[in-house]
């Protein structure tokens, strides 16, 4: 019987979805910025639902964009969908603008700024930036001219023209003309996260927060001013209380308080309880001015000398004042006191602590004199505590440390080798490593380019190519790729592959790969990770084949054939061993399908036996209904059998962690207990149990690296481990360790007459067991 293969495509009612939710935000979020981002993804996602609906756009296709060919960079929202902009369209730029109005052009449009720079002065300027390499390449496109400058030096007129006439019919919409940069193209010797304009902007973003500073005004201004008044009516107190006897020059003072809390109050607004009617400080201003004659449109009341003169209203007043001393001097002493002394010195000194504002605006003022499009070569002397000079010319306490909170963000901007910033901590995880890899790769790849200028110039095209998104694609067509871009093109016989590019791309990838394994056990390797590792993998001739990760939603229903060729190799390091039985693989009968063939209407050769053992081992009906948990189950299913390029890093490339693979193991299952602690009480916990079955994939692999007796250590190590954990947490797991160990002694789990153990895999057609365990 003959299987039918339904091809999906996209799904219009995803876009719809997408711009209802930025709408919502865009309308009801009560963040500014926040709306104004939004208000970006409701042109975005109104973009594509037009271009779908009028066939503008070809969502799942290489080319998505109608009369744009597939080297241009497109724009691309969330899941892969072009919006029908280019990355390298839109208004002119500020340079392109200068540019124009420097060349006199009347016309300032982006066609004549480009027709500029095919004159002789547009051609100085373009060989004078290949020979001081100081420009930066946003989208690759904007390298083209620079290299027809460079192929025109070269003496080759001809690959000049020819990519001249590939890239002119498009020069009105598109840049093709790098910006200008204070710095160099990165040689990719450092890395950084964010440069020193991120990190400026984000100190920037640090406002004062009002309940610090209005704490901080009392502490400062009204409570020294309080105890004055207090100290004012403590003057005139005896044996009947305050306002008993009036000490010369009191009046005179007490109106001195008077003004200068009109002068205070004018200056100082964030605290208000001063105001307050009812509080002690307020009662006792308010009496002083009584006593003065001073309060508005009230006669003057004589407190002093109260059993000679006594009046109607004084024994009110006088009950409330006298309340408002006692109650003072019981709390906190009488000014001057040693109780009282100490108590405001210590409030002082929490007054003058610097807040987050303040210290964020020291940094900076410490990166006034730094480029914004480069990274720090060195943190330690920006966290420095506040010095001397600093704490005068900017009102913070001298010595002030920075605290963390400041530490982190200005961390990020640190340029260093990447395995330095992987030990640091300040490359938390395989994503953030993924998006730093290509400024390392791209130095890599560019030694091939013998030429300097060259050299320099292929770095950036790397370094902006692996920023560009990746499109959603159906019939197992693959991404563009770097070669693919008619300026490499153009450059290609000016590379000269030798052993010692090789083997420095060889160095790179097994760099990358050991941190990927000893500093993130446990994690599914990122797609762009892959990307960057496969095009190392390349110049190395490493013969490594890497597969990326399938999304279930799009999933045909086949795989191309390199998923086969993965399998295949990961038997030749696999098979007879733990993970081998753990699974249940028959390598040796993976190793003899030859059945690659290419179908009608897909973009690569298949391999349909390798697609019928994945359903078949996921328990999956060819026959039944298309849906996203089944093809998880079959994608899941091939993970398992190549290891998804865990084999590939181990055999032919060679890591190898110089701990051994012990530790890997211990810090995958640490990992797996992490995410199974999370799934108690979690409404949705299947995308949790998914990523630890990952890791527990991994934990298996690593684990079936070791020798016996590393194994027996590590298997009882995870019993400790998992003891360790919450109840529920060991709960989970038992039977997946009952099953690990089942298969350590000779077991099959396989035989469904063995009671408490599992074979852990992520996804279910069901109710995943581990869920309701």
């Not at 070269?154 to 023209?161: F, Q, Y």
């Not at 605006?361 to 720090?376: C, F, K, P, Q, T």
Request: aromatic content about 6%; glycine content about 8%.
């Amino acid at each position: 019987m003959n299987e039918i293969h339904v091809r999906p495509v996209a799904n219009p009612g995803y876009a719809d979805w997408q711009l209802a939710k930025a709408f919502v935000t865009a309308a009801s979020h009560e963040d500014a910025a926040t709306r104004r981002r939004a208000d970006e993804r409701v042109r975005q996602w109104t973009q594509v639902g037009r271009g779908m609906a009028d066939g503008s756009l070809s969502v799942g296709s290489r080319t998505p964009v109608r009369g744009l060919p597939a080297w241009v960079t497109p724009e691309i929202v969330r899941g892969g969908f072009a919006t029908g902009d280019a990355a390298a369209g839109g208004p002119l730029t500020a340079h392109e603008t200068a540019v124009a109005d420097r060349a006199g052009l009347r016309a300032a449009d982006r066609r004549a700024v480009f027709r500029y720079f095919l004159t002789d002065a547009g051609m100085a300027e373009l060989h004078a930036m290949l020979d001081d390499g100081r420009y930066h390449v946003a989208v690759p496109e904007e390298a083209a001219l620079l290299t027809i400058a460079w192929l025109l030096r070269a003496g080759n007129r001809a690959e000049a023209l020819a990519l001249l006439d590939e890239i002119a019919p498009y020069a009105d919409r598109l840049r093709f003309l790098p910006r200008p940069s204070d710095t160099p193209v990165p040689d990719g010797s450092a890395v950084h996260r964010e440069t020193v304009g991120d990190l400026r902007a984000t100190l920037s973003a640090r406002p004062p927060k009002p309940a610090v500073e209005a704490m901080n005004e009392a502490l400062t201004v009204w409570n020294p001013y309080a105890d004055q008044l207090l100290a004012h009516w403590l003057e005139t107190v005896d044996d009947d209380g305050p306002g008993a006897i009036r000490p010369a020059g009191w009046a005179e003072r007490g109106r001195e308080l008077l003004k200068r809390y009109d002068r205070l109050a004018a200056q100082h607004k964030l605290c208000s309880k001063h105001r307050d009617p009812k509080e002690n400080s307020a009662i006792l201003r308010t009496a002083l001015a009584d006593a003065l004659g001073l309060t508005p449109g009230t006669p003057a009341r004589t407190l002093f000398g109260r059993a000679a003169k006594p009046a109607a209203r004084v024994p009110v007043a006088h009950g409330l004042l006298r309340h408002a001393v006692e109650s003072m001097v019981a709390k906190r002493g009488a000014p001057g006191s040693p109780e009282h002394t100490a108590l405001r010195a210590r409030q002082a000194a929490d007054a003058s602590t610097a807040t987050l504002h303040e210290l964020a605006r020291v940094l900076i003022s410490r990166l006034a004199n730094l480029r914004d499009d480069a990274g720090l070569p060195d943190t330690a002397w920006l966290l420095e505590p506040v010095a001397e000079e600093e704490a005068d010319r900017m009102g913070v306490r001298a010595g002030s440390p920075i605290p963390d909170s400041l530490r982190h963000p200005v961390e990020r901007a640190l340029s260093a080798p990447v395995a330095e910033l992987v030990e640091r901590g300040i490359v938390p995880s395989a994503e953030v490593l993924a998006e730093l890899v290509p400024q390392l790769v791209a130095a890599t790849t560019s030694l091939a380019y013998h030429d300097p200028a060259l050299r320099t110039l292929m770095t950036a095209v790397y370094g902006a190519f692996a920023e560009r998104r990746s499109l959603l694609l159906l019939n197992l067509e693959h991404q563009v790729r770097l070669e693919e871009l008619p300026w490499v093109k153009g450059v290609s016989k000016y590379r000269r592959v030798s052993s010692d590019t090789a083997g420095n791309a060889r160095a790179a990838l097994t760099e990358l790969g050991t941190l990927t394994v000893r500093a993130f056990p446990g994690t599914i390797v990122p797609n762009p990770l892959l990307q960057e590792l496969g095009s190392l993998a390349r110049q190395a001739d490493a013969g490594a084949v890497f597969t990326e990760e399938l999304a279930a939603d799009i999933f045909m229903g086949t795989f191309s054939a390199k998923f086969l060729r993965a399998a295949q190799a990961a038997g030749e390091l696999l098979e007879g061993t733990l993970y081998e039985r753990y699974y249940g693989i028959d390598y040796a009968a993976i190793r003899a399908i030859g059945d690659v063939k290419r179908e009608r209407g897909l973009a690569a050769d298949t391999s349909d036996a390798f697609a019928a053992l994945c359903r078949d081992r996921a328990g999956i009906d060819p026959r039944g209904r298309w849906w996203v948990a089944a093809n998880g189950k079959v994608i899941e299913q091939a993970q398992i059998l190549t290891t998804h390029n865990l084999a590939a890093l181990v055999y032919p490339i060679g890591v190898e962690p110089p701990e051994g693979w012990a530790e890997p193991a211990r810090g995958a299952y640490r990992t797996v207990c992490r995410l199974v602690q999370q799934i108690a009480g979690n409404p949705r916990p299947l995308g949790t149990i998914k990523d630890a079955a990952y890791a527990w994939r991994q934990t298996v692999f690593f684990l079936s690296l070791c020798g016996l007796e590393e194994q027996f250590a590590v298997v009882a190590w995870m019993a400790e481990e998992t003891a360790r954990r919450p109840e529920h947490t060991a709960r989970r797991l038992a039977p997946v360790l009952a099953g690990l160990r089942h298969v350590f002694v000779g077991g099959s789990l396989d035989d469904t007459a063995v009671p408490n153990v599992r074979r852990f895999t992520g996804w279910d057609t069901g109710g995943h067991w581990m869920r309701d365990a």
